[in-house]
């Protein structure tokens, strides 16, 4: 017997889902944070670099010219922070994106042929992940220099196995089900399978996963930054703005403050959306 749902009840469902405290404040932290680096060409033409000694280190609110502070060379910070969330920001979505694709196709195919792909992929998983992360970081960087490129290219190969095992299991669960046990036996063929009926079933926990480890990579991109590891220290980013205020943190606390703030929220925001995606795309998982 099918069940009908009203018209009512589907508003009434959808004003819960997108009224929730989660997607509110996730949707506000991570659009503001999106939208003020997306139009920082337009609101900070000169990228945050124009210096000014006489203005050097003034503290947050004490000018409308420099509404949360200056650094050591009289820089705004403010508009350092905007500018360098371009940093941050791409190397989060750029190496999620990347490794996903490369994870996901790994994944299909070690979950739905198994047999000797299936032992070559995860065999060579386990053993990048016993390899620890920050030690993998150093190797790799000292020998191919940082940059962003090879910031993304690090993080697409040290989290692709993420993505793959995630794939794998989700194939191995359907590949048992009825509806793909019958459209082999319609003679559907592989590729043909994959696309139309395995794919759309692993996308939910896959959007999931991405989304949380947008936040993640943000996370790790500015820790190398800090110590070195990361993207060129003459370009304004999150981490390197924190390494270079920790030794003014007595004297002038919001050079590291203020893109310490703002690496919190835009991770704030992102892990908060990635909840609510879990809740609404795997309603089982909810407690």
Do not use: C
Not at 126 to 151: E, H, K, M, R
Not at 249 to 273: E, K, R
């Amino acid at each position: 017997m099918t069940t009908t749902v009203s018209p009512a009840a589907k508003v009434v469902s959808r004003r819960r889902n997108y009224g929730s405290l989660e997607f509110i404040l996730g949707a506000s932290l991570s659009g503001i944070v999106i939208l003020a680096v997306l139009l920082s060409g337009f609101l900070f033409p000169d990228g945050g670099e124009s210096m000014d000694l006489g203005s050097r280190l003034i503290a947050p609110f004490q000018s409308w010219d420099h509404i949360f502070g200056t650094d050591p060379l009289g820089r705004d910070v403010l508009a350092r922070v905007v500018v360098g969330g371009k940093i941050s920001l791409t190397v989060g979505f750029a190496s999620v994106i990347a490794g996903a694709l490369l994870g996901t196709v790994m994944g299909l195919i070690s979950g739905y042929y198994r047999g000797f792909w299936d032992m070559i992929v995860m065999r060579f998983a386990d053993v990048q992940l016993a390899l620890p992360f920050i030690l993998v970081a150093i190797t790799f960087i000292s020998i191919l220099g940082g940059g962003l490129t090879n910031v993304i290219f690090f993080m697409v190969i040290s989290q692709w196995v993420q993505y793959a095992r995630l794939i794998r299991g989700q194939v191995l669960a359907l590949r048992e089900r009825e509806f793909i046990q019958a459209a082999r036996a319609f003679g559907v063929r592989d590729l043909a399978m994959i696309r139309h009926h395995v794919l759309p079933n692993v996308i939910g926990p896959l959007i999931i996963l991405m989304t949380l480890n947008v936040a993640n990579n943000i996370l790790l991109e500015s820790s190398l930054t800090f110590l070195g590891l990361g993207v060129d220290p003459m370009i304004p980013s999150w981490g390197g703005m924190l390494a270079d205020g920790r030794t003014y943190l007595q004297d002038a606390w919001w050079v590291s403050v203020v893109p310490g703030l703002a690496i919190m929220l835009t991770v704030l925001g992102l892990n908060l959306l990635g909840d609510w995606l879990r809740d609404r795309l795997d309603p089982t998982g909810k407690v």
